[in-house]
């Protein structure tokens, strides 16, 4: 038997959560330290992982089996592709940052607590190793209703890392602000566990198709995918339909696409910086992530037939979010309808079926992940410094704190896809490849880019550039050892991966081709062949000795 790799990889975080939980309530430094090392034992697990993953070989690797619950079908089966073994190195690697940003984020919860048998810190620390695992699963899982537990187990620590542990930098007050902490949470939650109540009646819909088909129900990814190409697994179009609408709307909940978005800037805005990366560069990559696995790959024809909606849907995601982001007053807001804008581009490269498309749709969920994460934790650190998250509270900070200044200067460019800097490969694939099929949509789309120019550079400007306006401003420190070591990875990584992405995009590539051949898909031929060059020096302008030309 194997090394159960991906098991050993989920399964860090969470022995790291319960023992963090069960560190005492006096030895609050040490309960944080645990989570930080159980952090890189992921990422040092999630590294092999990605190492030992071969682009040349099988489509899902590292697989495990087990028996689980056997009267019903379900196994415990895990095996990544090049798209879910990325997601896993992403998702391990931001975690340590989130946890070093968040070092001092549960201290004041801890005072604030009358109860002294409860222990903010070490709950806030086990909830974010919870999550990691519970996302981690997800990427790895091949049976379908082992992916949905853990899709919709994610949400319980989420929820109490929003409504318990959110941000108290509320320009209304405390009371208020507990308010607007409740109501994200709650919020988030209701929409979340709306998608997944659709998506199981789906899930049981599918087991259902499939015990009809095949003579006996089973949920595993990879024998419903070899059932389907050799026709063996049928169903009739409405109900291939319907089960594809189950899914996809969960996932667009998950991801999240126009007009089930709002619930993000609520959660983003009232979070801590840190469980803003958590929500929007960890835990929605999974909706994006299952529409390639899932969506695509068991329903082709109904993802076919869905395809010009979502596209639509889409395009008006990446504008609309990026509009309400020029237009915001506060700093997490905007960069959550900025997230908006993004995930819009990510579903339109999954939609537009080519392999240019997807590609940077993938290499986009990995780089946006980055790159929002240093913008978000910049700005985390920021607001932690003049507790407030309005825009118009600050002016000048470049004159006081140049290189705070400077490393928000790098997120923001990251996040307009500045070229040279990793998310730019991404966002120019996703153009490319929608545009070869469907060339309305990729021109539209590209107002996005210009928005998003407008929203990072006026942002910059009005906080960062100016004379001081506000005393708080002047005695603003700069970053410190520990944030800039949270920060200057994630700008290495960004330029790093803008100059040489080549080794992700080929783990990445062969997953994409599986996921279009499930679709019946290849690239579109060129609309103009290419001339023959060789032709340009046989001809002879008319009246030159070389005939007629018309």
Same mark, same amino acid.
């Given at each position: ?8 990889? +989920? !399964? #860090?975080? @969470?022995?790291? &959560?319960?023992?963090?939980?069960? *560190?005492?309530? $006096?030895?609050?430094?040490? =309960? ?52 879910? +073994? !990325? #997601?896993? @190195?992403?998702? &391990?690697?931001?975690?340590?940052? *989130?946890?070093? $940003?968040?070092?001092?984020? =549960? ?444």
């Amino acid at each position: 038997m194997s090394f159960p790799l991906l098991t050993v990889t +989920a !399964a #860090l975080p @969470a022995v790291g &959560a319960v023992a963090t939980a069960a *560190v005492p309530a $006096a030895k609050r430094t040490a =309960a944080k330290w645990l989570a930080l090392l159980f952090s890189l034992a992921t990422l040092v697990s999630a590294g092999v992982v990605l190492a030992r993953f071969d682009p040349g070989g099988a489509r899902y690797q590292l697989t495990e089996s087990h028996a689980w619950i056997s009267d019903f079908g379900v196994r415990y089966e895990l095996g990544v592709d090049g798209i879910g +073994a !990325a #997601l896993m @190195a992403l998702t &391990a690697l931001l975690i340590p940052f *989130v946890i070093g $940003a968040g070092w001092h984020d =549960a201290d004041q919860v801890e005072e604030e607590s009358p109860n002294r048998r409860w222990r903010p810190t070490q709950g806030f620390f086990a909830l974010i190793l919870a999550v990691e695992a519970m996302v981690l699963v997800s990427f790895a899982a091949t049976d379908v209703f082992l992916f949905y537990i853990f899709f919709e187990a994610m949400l319980i620590p989420m929820y109490f890392l929003i409504g318990g542990f959110g941000d108290r930098a509320h320009a209304a007050g405390e009371e208020e602000g507990a308010k607007q902490r409740s109501y994200a949470a709650v919020k988030f939650l209701l929409y979340n566990l709306a998608g997944g109540l659709v998506m199981l009646a789906a899930v049981i819909g599918l087991f259902v198709v499939s015990s009809d088909s095949l003579g006996e129900g089973t949920f595993s990814l990879p024998e419903l995918l070899k059932a389907r190409a050799s026709g063996d697994l049928t169903m009739s179009t409405a109900t291939e339909r319907l089960l594809f609408l189950g899914f996809f709307v969960a996932f667009a909940i998950k991801a999240p696409l126009w007009p089930l978005h709002t619930w993000l800037p609520n959660a983003m805005g009232e979070a801590t910086a840190p469980i803003a990366v958590l929500i929007t560069a960890v835990v929605d990559k999974v909706g994006t992530f299952a529409m390639l696995r899932f969506c695509l790959g068991l329903f082709p024809n109904a993802s076919h037939w869905a395809t010009p909606v979502v596209l639509g849907l889409a395009l008006v995601s990446v504008l609309y979010g990026a509009l309400l982001a020029v237009g915001q007053r506060d700093i997490k807001r905007l960069v959550a309808y900025a997230s908006i804008s993004h995930f819009g581009f990510i579903i339109l490269g999954v939609f537009a079926m080519t392999s240019q498309g997807q590609g940077g749709a993938t290499l986009y969920m990995v780089f946006h992940g980055i790159s929002t994460a240093a913008l978000m934790l910049v700005a985390g650190f920021l607001i932690s410094r003049r507790g407030s998250r309005l825009i118009a509270d600050y002016g000048g900070v470049q004159k006081v704190a140049p290189v705070l200044a400077g490393t928000f200067l790098v997120g923001g460019l990251a996040t307009l896809s500045l070229p040279g800097l990793a998310p730019f490969v991404s966002e120019f694939l996703v153009l490319v490849g929608t545009f070869s099929r469907y060339p309305a949509a990729g021109i539209i789309a590209t107002a996005g880019i210009i928005l998003a120019a407008l929203y990072v550079l006026v942002l910059y400007q009005r906080t960062m550039t100016g004379p001081v306006r506000k005393p708080e401003i002047e005695k603003m420190p700069d970053l410190r050892v520990r944030e800039l070591a949270v920060v200057a990875p994630l700008v290495a990584l960004l330029l790093f991966l803008g100059i040489f992405p080549k080794p992700l995009s080929e783990i990445v590539n062969p997953a994409v081709e599986h996921t279009l051949s499930d679709v019946q898909k290849k690239d579109p031929e060129p609309q103009h062949p290419v001339a023959d060059h060789n032709a340009w020096f046989d001809y002879k302008p008319a009246g030159h000795g070389g005939g007629d030309h018309e």
